[in-house]
């Protein structure tokens, strides 16, 4: 089997166990996307990974690739960043925990994007330096959800094309991707999630910000709670999946 020798930078998304000294990682990587490795003895490794191959952390991984398995063989991992908080604290661990969720969920091997890395670096380390948690994973959510091509319709009403200009809240349709009107929404569906107009506002603002901007928006409680019901379930409805990680997140 030919075997070729790679290096990528990478965030740590998943380990488990393997065997009495093994660990199997999975990360993602800018121009790669998922990667999943063997690290061999990398439990009573003192010098190539001791510390260094943990959830969250980023590193640059030296790997080889076989012609028969696309799971590589993780060689040496260098720590660029580790993230320590986010291991620290429970409510930062669990939020960080459900970015890594979707992540593994939405990405597929050899479907690299680069911008969605940096989005994902941006997350763990405003999590890390410790910026509002909820707010984080929100404004993490709505990028997310640009460079998977399902950007909600966040402007005005789906159905009618026209912005509500009531007091009157909207309703997010998870089907339709997007927000509809009290006239158009004729019935209460499921999937159906009640929005106000301010909380539609401040989403539809976020996705229009560059993402060293995204600091300036400042979600209530109340807009939090609201937006994080729709983000869970849109993904929840376009995975066909319930993500666990939720529930480690108010």
């Given at each position: 089997m030919s075997r070729s020798p790679c290096r990528s930078i990478a965030v740590v998304l998943h380990v488990r166990d393997h065997g009495e000294s093994d660990k199997i990682v999975t990360c993602y990587c800018p121009l790669i996307g998922k990667l999943t490795g063997i690290a061999k003895g990398a439990k009573r490794s003192k010098k190539r990974f001791l510390n260094k191959l943990e959830i969250f952390s980023l590193l640059e991984i030296h790997f080889t690739t076989g012609d028969r398995s696309s799971l590589v063989r993780i060689?040496?991992?260098?720590?660029?960043?580790?993230?320590?908080?986010?291991?620290?604290?429970?409510?930062?661990?669990?939020?960080?925990?459900?970015?890594?969720?979707?992540?593994l969920h939405w990405t597929r091997e050899n479907d690299g994007e680069e911008e969605l890395f940096r989005l994902l670096v941006w997350a763990m380390e405003s999590l890390n330096q410790g910026a509002a948690i909820?707010?984080?994973?929100?404004?993490?959510?709505?990028?997310?959800?640009?460079?998977?091509?399902?950007?909600?319709?966040?402007?005005g009403c789906i159905g009618?094309?026209?912005?509500?200009?009531?007091?009157?809240?909207?309703?997010?349709?998870?089907?339709?991707?997007?927000?509809?009107?009290?006239?158009?929404?004729?019935?209460?569906?499921?999937?159906?999630?009640?929005?106000s107009l301010g909380t539609a506002k401040l989403l539809?603002?976020?996705?229009?910000?560059?993402?060293?901007?995204?600091a300036r928006l400042q979600f209530s409680d109340a807009s939090a709670s609201e937006a994080m019901t729709l983000l869970k379930r849109y993904h929840s409805d376009l995975l066909q999946r319930e993500i666990h990680s939720w529930c480690a997140v108010g």
């Open positions: 060689d040496q991992a260098d720590l660029l960043a580790p993230f320590a908080n986010l291991r620290a604290h429970y409510d930062r661990y669990g939020a960080a925990t459900l970015l890594c969720e979707l992540l909820r707010q984080t994973v929100i404004l993490f959510q709505i990028k997310l959800l640009d460079l998977l091509g399902y950007r909600p319709h966040l402007s009618c094309g026209r912005e509500n200009n009531t007091r009157d809240p909207y309703r997010f349709s998870s089907s339709r991707g997007g927000l509809l009107c009290g006239r158009c929404a004729h019935e209460t569906a499921a999937s159906h999630v009640p929005l539809h603002r976020a996705q229009s910000l560059p993402r060293e901007k995204l």
